[in-house]
C-alpha cells in the first residue's frame, strides 16, 4: 500500500515509516522539517518538504504518488506551550488537520490513521484508563486532539471516511539497530532527560515531586517503545477498507514505572550515576497514568515486543551513546 506519512521525519513518525518498509508497504514522507529531521528518514524514501495545512501541496502529492491511505504524526506536543499559545496549537493541531482532510477528501483517499493521546483523558476517574472512560482535557494541547477526534467521527458519518486514532502513553525507546532515534530541541522526555543526566550532558535531573501516593512518593507512568506503538498502527491498516469505520485505541504496556525506577533502570543500563535534585510537584501532574491496552491486543492482534522498561531504555541508550548530538541537523 502507498502511505503518505505526515510528520514522518519526526520521532514516532520516522519509526513508523521503517516499520512500513518490514511489513512491505511503501511510505511516502511529508514533514516541514519544524521538529522533524531529514536525516530519520532514509534516502530511498520519498521525501516532501511541505506543510499539511497547504491543500495544494498535499493533494498534488496524494495523486503524483498514487496514496492510498495517510498516517498523521505532524503535532505539536508541548503541553506547557500549548497554555501559553493556544492559536499556535489550534491553527496546527485542528486547523492544518482539517485542511489535510480535505484534501484527502478532495482526491478521492479515505483511510486514515491518526496520532491521538491519553491527554484526552485529563484527569481520569479510574485506573487503567480504558477507552470508553470520559475525555475531558485539561490543556489546549489535549483538547486539540481531542477535536480531531470528534472531527473524524463527523467525517466518518458523513463522507465515508475511515479512520482509526491511536491514543498513546509515553512513547520511548529507538530502533533496536541504533539508526535512529529520539532527537527533541526542547527534550522533554523523562528517558532521554535522565540519559542526558548520566552522560554529563545536563547537570542533573530533577524529581518533581516525591510525596505522592505511589509505592515510592514519585509519579507513575506508561513507557511503550515507539517501535510496538509504529506496529499497532499498520496493523489496523485492513480494519479501514470499509467506508465510514471509526476505530479508537489505548496504546501502553500496562506496567507503569515510577520516576525513581527510570532513573535507577538508566543507571543499571548505563554503568553510569545519575545526579538527582528532588523538587516540589507540578501543577497538574497526576500520581498516575496507565493503559489498558486489552482491545488493541484483541482486536488488531497488537504484541507488545518491549514489556520490560530497561530493554525499552537499552534501545534508547544505543542511539544516545552512537549519537550524542543526535542528527546533527
Known amino acids: 500500500m502507498n502511505v503518505l506519512v505526515v510528520g514522518g521525519a519526526g520521532y514516532i513518525g520516522s519509526h513508523c515509516v521503517r516499520q512500513l518498509v518490514a511489513a512491505g508497504h511503501r511510505p511516502v514522507v511529508l514533514d516541514n522539517l519544524v521538529f522533524g529531521h531529514r536525516g530519520a528518514v532514509g534516502p530511498e524514501i520519498p521525501f516532501y518538504e511541505a506543510d499539511l495545512g497547504d491543500p495544494e501541496a498535499v493533494g498534488r502529492i496524494l495523486r503524483e504518488e498514487s496514496i492510498e491511505l495517510v498516517m498523521h504524526f505532524a503535532a505539536f506536543a508541548y503541553v506547557g506551550e500549548s497554555v501559553t499559545k493556544p492559536r499556535k496549537y489550534y491553527e496546527n493541531n485542528f486547523v492544518a488537520t482539517l485542511r489535510l482532510l480535505e484534501a484527502m477528501l478532495d482526491n478521492g483517499v479515505n483511510k486514515f490513521v491518526f496520532s491521538s493521546t491519553c491527554a484526552t483523558f485529563g484527569e481520569p476517574e479510574r485506573l487503567p484508563i480504558v477507552e470508553s472512560l470520559p475525555q475531558a482535557p485539561i490543556n489546549p494541547y489535549g ?124 543507571e543499571a543500563v548505563t554503568g553510569l550515576k545519575v545526579p538527582v535534585v528532588e523538587d516540589a510537584r507540578r501543577p497538574g501532574d497526576p500520581p498516575a497514568l496507565y493503559a489498558d491496552s486489552s482491545k488493541a491486543q484483541a482486536e488488531l492482534g497488537w504484541e507488545i515486543k518491549f514489556t520490560e522498561v530497561r530493554e525499552i531504555i537499552a534501545t534508547a541508550w544505543r542511539w544516545h551513546k552512537a549519537n550524542p548530538d543526535g542528527f546533527g541537523d
Open 143 to 266: 483538547q486539540t486532539k481531542l477535536d480531531v477526534e470528534n472531527c473524524l467521527k463527523a467525517f466518518a458519518q458523513a463522507y465515508g471516511l475511515s479512520f482509526a486514532a491511536f491514543r498513546y502513553f509515553n512513547a520511548a525507546g529507538a530502533a533496536e539497530d541504533g539508526s535512529i532515534g529520539e532527537d527533541h530541541d526542547p527534550e522533554t522526555h523523562l528517558i532521554p532527560l535522565v540519559i542526558d543526566a548520566a552522560t554529563g550532558r545536563r547537570e542533573n535531573i530533577k524529581i518533581f515531586g516525591t510525596d505522592y501516593d505511589t509505592p515510592d512518593g514519585t509519579c507513575l507512568r506508561d513507557y511503550v517503545h515507539v517501535d510496538d506503538l509504529a506496529r499497532a498502527h499498520i496493523a489496523a491498516f485492513e480494519k479501514l477498507e470499509a467506508p465510514g469505520v471509526g476505530l479508537f485505541y489505548n496504546l501502553g504496556t500496562g506496567r507503569p514505572n515510577s520516576v525513581r525506577e527510570i532513573i535507577e533502570a538508566v
